[in-house]
Every structure is written in C-alpha cells, then in structure tokens.
C-alpha cells in the first residue's frame, strides 16, 4: 500500500496525481472466509481492521448492500465524547477517545480529529447538581469534565442567549474539554483502506437475503452475490438490525427509528465548541467550512425512511434559536436523515448470540459515531476470542432479560419521556 | 407532515399525535402466572417491521383518544385507521 505523505504527495504531484494506487480494492466474494462481517460502515470496517491489526486474522469479507460509508457514518453530526456518568458507559467510550487520538496515526489517513470541547448547557439549579454529580463520576473514571458556571459558559460561548426573561436561562454547563469532532468519511475510508492492505475483502453491493444455520451454529450467508460460507459472521448494519434479526428468527430489544440532521449555509468561524442545549435535545457545532451542524431528536415513530418530516427538523431548530438566536438568519443548506437502531435503554449491545458463531453489535441510539473505534476494537474481541472483553461486558443482550439495563438516559425509543 | 385519520375526528395532522409504538404487542394477563421471557417479550422486544406496521398512536391535541394505525415504515403511506377497541383483522 502507498503511504500518503507529503513526499508522496509531491511525488504525484509531477504525474498529476493520476497514478495513485486505488485506497481499496473491488473483489469478488470469495466461497468461504473465516469471518463475515455484515454491515461495510463505520463500526463494521474497524472490526475488520482490528480483527487483522490485533487478532491477526485477515481470511475476511466485509459485505454491504451499498457502499461503504453510505449510511450512518456519513449522516452523523460528528460528535465525538466520553461524557458518560455509568461506568459501563465511560470505561468503553474513554478506551475510544484514546484510539480517536492515535486514529490519524494509525490509519495513515487524516480523520481530521479536532477536540474542540463538548459543552452541556444546564438551566436550572437541579440540573447543575445533576451535571456537578455526572462531571466527579466522570473524573472518578479518568475522564475530563469541568463544571462551568453562567459567567465562564458566557466567556466561551458569547452568541448563546445570556438575555433575561429567556425561558431556559442558561444557568452554566458541564464540559468535557477532550471531547470534539472528525470528518466522519475519512474514518470509513481510513478503515476500509487499511482493512483492505491487510488482506480485507470489502465487497460492496451486496445484499444478504438469508442466513445458513444448522445445529444451533451459523454456516454461512446467503447473498445478492451468491453464498458464502464462514465459520463467524458478526452483524454491525445499525439501522437494517430488525431486519436481518426476522432472517434468523430473533426478535430483539430494538426499534428502528429515523433521526435527522442538518446544515445551514457556510459562515465565518464563530462557534469553537460542540454545545447541547439542556432543556430540549438540540445539538450544535461548527464544521470546517464553515456550516453550523445541527441535530436533535428521533421523528419519533418506527421509520425505514433515511428521510425526515418537517415537524421535528421545525422543534429541534426552534430548540437551536431558543439557545443562539442568531441561527434564526441562517439559511438551511442540507436535510437529510438516517435510520437508528434504537435499544430500549439507551445504550448498545455488543455480544454472542444463541448461535454459534454469530455475533451482534448494534443498538447505538444517537451515540454510533463516537463509538466507532471503541465498538471495532471490542467487538472484533468478542468475535476472535469467542468472549466479551471486560470493556463490552456491561453491553450484553441479556440484560433486558435479567433486568440489568444500562440506563444511562434511561430514553431508549420513548423521546417523549425527556 | 403525515395525516393520520383519527376514527373519531376525520383527518388531522401529525403535529395533534403523539406514538405509542407496535399496536400488536399484547400485556399478559393480569395475575397469571408467566416467565421471564414472556415480559421480556412485552416489554422489550419488537420486531420493528420495515413495510405495513400496525400501531397505536394517541391523539392528544384532540379526542385524546388511543387509535391503531396502519403505516408503511418505510414509504410512510397510511392505510387504515381503527379505534383501539377494534381488532386487526
């Protein structure tokens, strides 16, 4: 594989630039692998590569229906932290700022990791106490997390509506100064075309129609490229979970939600932070060139659309001018929407299954994106060594049955509760 | 905006509902006796169907009324609407 580096870069530079090596190949599939991996975004391209970077095991196929990166990686807003209070939670998501901060490193490939510092706006005095209480968990678990009061949030953020008579008056805030964003394509592309040196099939357009399961053990999957065999399949497709869990007779603690996003036309640099407003959902920075990115709740009901309603893009914006009245004179640019696999408490599941040799990860609500490396890392664990590693142990799909819910929010698939 | 029919007031939209997830889902029945699995069932697990999805939703700026509702999950066409005392048939 070339190296980018600037050498290389001026190399290529006498050729035009015409005669870099493809980032990834297009193979075809394979009769048989010793892993598939269903699912070719984010959290499926970085268990391939720490399955072959740590476990040393390259004889696997990544299979997407599309393309790579075509789904919840390329629709998030970006936003990368550890501000959990549950240790489960903080342990598992700390483990992965460490691997954002070597990621560009590692992968020779530039994610453009910027941490610029998540901010929480509290606005009220028992949600100051809540944040001064997540803020000590936080530190206790080796995360930074500074408690802000009006004076020093106003400091940071002066656009933000510090008038009087507001109905949510900003009362301070609660920032993890680690936290930040990254380009969320190039950690897709970053994966796949390190996956893709170390012997990694990537193949793409390829659909699963069913699952080969005999004796309680998977034996392979049968595709819109015809069937492969594999002795461990681990399923990372997030929002299309439901559906493949009806192709192997499970039902699981899931919902397939819509969430939206979107971007306003491109301005001069004014917000240097990720900030969430704390009376509502809303969630704001500023990209690179120059949009402000903007998120907040779920539609609301069951949805396979990947395509929004104006209702909820209209109560998360008015959320969004409530905190920064100044994005009332922005123009919308882009609206687009993704389809979440939500759990019902909240947080992830990263275990075995009933049957041999398959593996699930998924249920990852608004946090996939942050979670990335962490979920590749852990999960690729989980499908080499045939266990959970002590990281992903809180992320079991039991704990719905025994009652050990990893209620972080406690929201799930019920936006109406908050 | 969808436009959902209530069964008692005609057509609304949207913004007078708010969702009450799978209308399929049944409670067990009061003091019988039944295992883990089966709460688990009722509480957590669904199967989320892409395509026809019946559902409950309440329209709560209006009857307040709980209804069932018939929608595509993937296209969000809706073709019925039921009072919730009404069996899917």
């Known amino acids: ?418 | 905006m969808l436009h959902i029919k209530c069964p008692h007031c005609g057509m609304r939209s949207q913004n007078e509902f708010s969702y009450g997830g799978d209308a399929s889902i049944k409670r067990p029945e009061l003091g019988k006796e039944i295992s883990d699995q089966d709460w688990d069932n009722f509480v957590y697990n669904r199967k989320s169907l892409r395509g026809k999805h019946w559902e409950l939703w309440q329209h709560i700026s209006g009857c307040r009324q709980w209804i069932k509702v018939e929608r595509d999950t993937s296209t969000h066409e809706i073709f019925n609407t039921l009072k919730a005392n009404e069996d899917i048939s």
């Open chain 1, 1 to 418: 594989m070339q190296k980018y580096s600037i050498f290389n870069l001026v190399k290529n530079a006498f050729s035009n630039h015409e005669n870099w090596d493809l980032a990834w190949k297009d193979p075809t599939p394979k009769k048989e692998y010793d892993v598939v991996i269903i699912g070719g975004g984010g959290h499926g391209l970085a268990t391939a590569y720490y399955l072959a970077k740590e476990h040393n095991i390259t004889n696997v196929a990544i299979i997407e229906k599309g393309w790579i990166g075509g789904g919840n990686v390329g629709r998030n807003t970006t936003i990368i932290r550890s501000n959990y209070m549950h240790d489960d939670n903080a342990l598992f998501s700390e483990f992965g700022m460490d691997l954002w901060r070597k990621m560009s490193q590692d992968l020779n490939y530039n994610v453009m990791f910027s941490p610029r510092g998540i901010i929480n706006l509290a606005h009220s005095d028992a949600q100051m106490n809540v944040y001064a209480r997540r803020g000590n968990s936080m530190r206790l678990n080796g995360i930074d997390a500074v408690l802000l009061n009006r004076e020093e949030v106003k400091e940071i953020i002066p656009m933000a509506d510090f008038t009087e008579n507001v109905r949510f008056p900003i009362f301070g805030g609660l920032m993890q100064p680690s936290a930040g964003t990254a380009r969320h394509d190039a950690v897709a592309w970053g994966y796949a075309r390190q996956a893709d040196s170390m012997g990694v099939d990537i193949i793409q357009n390829c659909e699963v129609i069913g699952f080969d399961v005999s004796g309680g053990k998977i034996k392979g999957v049968r595709t819109s490229r015809g069937d492969i065999k594999a002795k461990k399949i681990g399923l990372c497709v997030a929002g299309s979970t439901n559906i493949l869990a009806e192709k192997l007779n499970m039902t699981l603690p899931i919902e397939t939600h819509l969430l939206q996003a979107c971007v306003s036309e491109p301005v001069k640099p004014v917000l240097d932070r990720v900030v969430t407003f704390g009376a509502g959902h809303f969630y704001i920075s500023q990209s690179d060139k120059g949009e402000m990115v903007m998120g907040g709740d779920l539609d609301g009901y069951n949805s396979y659309a990947q395509r929004g309603n104006l209702p909820t893009l209209q109560h998360v914006l008015t959320e969004g001018i409530a905190m920064m009245p100044f994005l009332s004179k922005l123009k919308m640019l882009r609206t687009w929407g993704g389809i979440m696999d939500m759990s019902m408490d909240g947080s992830p599941i990263i275990d075995k299954t009933h049957i041999e040799g398959l593996y699930l990860n998924c249920g990852w609500c608004y946090g996939g994106f942050k979670a990335t490396p962490a979920s590749g890392w852990t999960f690729a664990h989980t499908i080499a060594q045939d266990r959970v590693h002590e990281l992903n142990a809180g992320y079991s799909l039991n704990r719905f049955n025994t009652g050990h819910l990893l209620d972080e929010k406690g929201l799930g698939t019920k936006t109406w509760i908050s």
